[in-house]
């Protein structure tokens, strides 16, 4: 599935945004309690549009499937907000595709390292971030009866992007 998929970079006032902010609020909602739709409230929409931050959704048939954002944290980290995979549509990948997407674009900006937080009700989520080399910034045999946020981060490689040639 994932050859077929667009990656297209959109604003949250994209109508295509639509499942994204349902679901994830729907999510935090059923995990956390009423209190749970302020998580998509607490940024201003700007802090993920370019410069400085950026939404990226999967498509597939132009449909979206899944998506993800960064913000920037500081001057050298992204943060990663907003991960969701479509309920239709779990299991397959997509959330290891958004990731690296939005590794690329954090890096491509300018962006040295990754830092992100996932609640304690989201073990898929941590699952997800250990798999693909984050660093948790918690004891990972704490009593899982603590509610607290599980901080993670990922230093972004130091690799040489390409430059564009000279125009003559």
């Given amino acids: 599935m994932s050859a ?95 990731l690296a997407e939005l590794e690329l674009a954090a890096e491509a900006a300018g962006y040295r390292r990754i830092f992100l937080t996932t609640g304690p009700r989201q073990p898929e989520a941590k699952g997800l971030y250990l798999a693909t080399g984050y660093t948790p910034l918690f004891d990972l045999d704490r009593d899982p009866t603590v509610f607290a946020p599980l901080p993670f981060e990922k230093h972004l490689p130091l690799r040489q992007l390409p430059r564009k040639a000279p125009t003559p």
């Fill in 4 to 98: 077929l998929l667009e990656v297209r970079r959109v604003t949250l006032a994209d109508p295509l945004t639509g499942p994204l902010v349902r679901e994830l609020t729907h999510e935090y909602v059923t995990r956390y309690g009423p209190g749970g739709h302020q998580e998509m409230s607490r940024f201003p929409d700007s802090e993920f549009e370019a410069p400085d931050g950026v939404l990226l959704l999967l498509l597939a048939d132009g449909e979206p499937v899944a998506g993800g954002a960064y913000r920037r944290y500081d001057e050298r980290t992204a943060e990663l907000k907003r991960m969701w995979t479509h309920s239709a549509h779990r299991r397959r990948g997509l959330a290891r595709r958004v």
